[in-house]
């Protein structure tokens, strides 16, 4: 066969056509999907810089405030403000640790004085409240949380038998701290790992119930077999998720 004949082949133009072709379908579809990865992105940071910008300024003034209630000696003031700016905790921020080591550092003070333990009770009290406040899918800090129960324990325990009091029922006086330890290790409140993916599924169920309407039907309200389907199932599964989920979080 001579050039001529093979070039004026039609077997010999698709081959030629086809790669061409088909790498541009694959560097377009490319570009569409990195477009739409990033706006997504930015779309996800321009809703989470309001968010993260509340956070750091209402941290930072809490921090302000337990300053200046620091220079009135104003403890209980000051350990009420640190509290605050620990539960404006953001990954990133520091004004939150911060705070934690402050309350810390004010109940190892406080503790040096014994004529002081309600300070130092209060502050690893507010520790304690501050990481429950602050968890997601478990306790931030788990090192400090155990060390705050464990003084909070101590201090209770020591308290009730200073004052003859009894909180736990007729538990023996060298018990009553193992009682209290065992009362603040509970961490209270349904299970975090099945409250977010409660929370997981419900967005989900909105999502699938949105792609039935818009796929699902056309313009006249009549069903579309196959995406009515696969949008309506997805939702009915969606639905049932959530709802069970949410049912054996506790």
Do not use: C
């Amino acid at each position: 066969m001579s050039r001529r004949e093979a070039s004026e082949s039609p077997h010999a133009d698709d081959t030629s056509q086809a790669d061409p072709e088909e790498t541009v379908d694959d560097v377009r579809g490319r570009g569409r999907v990195g477009s739409t990865a990033g706006w997504v992105v930015l779309g996800l940071a321009l809703l989470a810089a309001p968010l993260v910008g509340r956070a750091a300024w209402e941290g930072r003034a809490e921090l302000r405030a337990a300053d200046a209630a620091r220079d009135q000696d104003d403890k209980d003031v000051e350990i009420e403000h640190l509290g605050r700016a620990a539960r404006w905790r953001v990954p990133g921020l520091s004004h939150d640790e911060v705070a934690l080591d402050r309350l810390e550092t004010l109940a190892v003070n406080a503790q040096a004085h014994g004529e002081q333990d309600h300070i130092a009770l209060a502050a690893h009290r507010e520790i304690r409240r501050a990481l429950l406040a602050t968890r997601s899918f478990g306790v931030p800090h788990p090192d400090r949380f155990a060390r705050a129960n464990a003084q909070i324990a101590a201090l209770m325990a020591e308290q009730e038998r200073t004052f003859q009091t009894d909180s736990s029922g007729g538990v023996a006086a060298d018990d009553l701290e193992a009682y209290h330890r065992g009362l603040l290790d509970r961490v209270p409140g349904p299970n975090p790992w099945r409250a977010n993916l409660a929370g997981l599924a419900f967005v989900a169920w909105l999502v699938t119930s949105a792609g039935f309407v818009l796929r699902g039907l056309d313009g006249e309200g009549r069903l579309r077999a196959r995406p009515a389907l696969r949008w309506g199932g997805g939702s009915v599964v969606m639905l049932v998720t959530w709802a069970v989920l949410l049912a054996t979080a506790n």
